[in-house]
């Protein structure tokens, strides 16, 4: 391996592809690596990336509709085109060492010319069910690299005899791991003394999880001491606000937000965490080693959240509850049994540690910096 090497990424979409991106690329740039990323001009990466100091080259892709067998010519023709602009790219600033695909139809054409090129190539698959890009293109690459260790046979028929599968866990940027209780108290006016619950649904919310709390705000706030800190999601924001009818003096205790930008500020301030089950959702609180009740979305692809979710019940980090017993006596029963429970929330913040969450992002820049060897 030289002593710097260039790597190329490629991540788009959501920022359930583009942090853990982000947070591979920020460890390889502390260890003194060049960093460049291929993304779409109208999708979130183009904000994210260059907001956290990395190159940042147009393409356009599109996927293929199966439901409008047309949308198929238009999108080989861009995937052409987004492959011309990455070789042109390269004749003019040179080949990477490496280079990476965090899913999504943005990672194809850089993958496909970087495997043309006999440069290394990785793919990092955050969730338990691999998304169709990882899935074309495993046989290509050298390394596939996976979140949890259940998503290893997944792939074990689509790679070639010579790629490698490795767990590494879901990267997780040094914003959120490096965030302190201290400073997320502060900033979220919550007393050091009290208990604290993060309620969020993702970055869109949770409706069905959102109107279940609602029903439970006096049973909650009977709590004495317990404070909540509760995303709705932007879309379902004045609607809770409105049936939750929080008198002054219970706002001091309830806040109500649309959006968490510091999320590791509030998951380093929590005591308990409520959340949906996606994949960014569970590196992030089992980085931060927060008790969590997971409640996953029954109608991800292939329950995908839910087999995310495992991973930390199975550990004894999180509690699981279906979606459809949030209506039932079990959710009160859920939320309390944990509200009630230092030592068993003691517990399940040891066996999260146990996972060694906060490190995902060292451990998939150590097979980056492997892989050159790789190629061919």
């Known amino acids: 391996m030289p002593d710097t090497m260039h790597v190329a990424i490629a991540a788009g979409g959501t920022a359930g592809h583009i942090n853990p991106a982000l947070a591979l690329a920020e460890e390889l740039r502390r260890r003194g690596h060049e960093l460049t990323f291929f993304g779409q001009p ?3 990466e183009a904000t994210l990336v260059p907001q956290a100091g990395f190159s940042f080259v147009p393409i356009e892709v599109t996927g293929f509709d199966r439901s409008r067998p ?3 010519a238009t999108a080989l023709w861009r995937m052409h085109r987004a492959q011309r602009r990455i070789n042109d790219y390269f004749d003019a600033h040179g080949t990477p060492n490496v280079a990476v695909g965090f899913g999504a139809y943005v990672e194809m054409p850089l993958l496909r010319c970087c495997h043309a090129k006999g440069v290394a190539c990785i793919l990092h698959e955050q969730n338990s069910v691999p998304g169709l890009a990882n899935r074309l293109l495993a046989r290509k690459v050298d390394c596939v690299c996976v979140s949890l260790p259940i998503a290893i046979d ?8 010579q790629t490698q599968i490795v767990v590494t866990g879901n990267p997780v940027r040094q914003s959120v ?3 302190s209780r201290e400073a997320g108290r502060a900033n979220n006016d919550i007393p050091d003394d009290a208990m604290l619950l993060l309620v969020f649904g993702g970055s869109l919310g ?4 959102n109107d279940g ?4 705000k006096d049973e909650l706030l009977s709590h004495t001491g317990l404070y909540v800190l509760h995303s709705t999601g932007k879309k379902d924001f004045d609607r809770v606000v409105a049936e939750l009818r929080l008198s002054e003096e219970e706002r001091c205790r309830w806040r109500v937000v649309p959006y968490i930008d510091a999320m590791g500020e509030a998951l380093a301030a929590a005591d308990l965490v409520l959340s949906r089950a996606g994949a960014s959702s569970i590196a992030e609180i089992a980085a931060l080693a927060v008790p969590a009740l997971l409640v996953p979305y029954p109608f991800a692809t292939a329950d995908h959240q839910t087999v995310n979710a495992r991973y930390l019940v199975d550990a004894g980090a999180a509690v699981l509850l279906p979606d459809d017993q949030i209506d039932t006596p079990a959710f009160l029963e859920s939320l309390r049994s ?3 429970d230092g030592e068993r929330r003691t517990s399940m913040r040891q066996a999260a540690k146990s996972l060694a969450q906060d490190r995902a992002a060292m451990a998939l820049a150590d097979q980056v910096e492997g892989a050159e060897a790789l190629g061919t």
């Open 42 to 44: 109208t999708r979130l």
């Open 70 to 72: 047309w949308t198929l």
């Open 154 to 161: 997944a792939f074990k028929s689509r790679v070639s005899a």
């Open 177 to 179: 791991i490096g965030a």
């Open 206 to 209: 949770a409706r069905h999880l």
């Open 213 to 216: 709390l609602v029903a439970l």
């Open 338 to 340: 944990l509200i009630d």
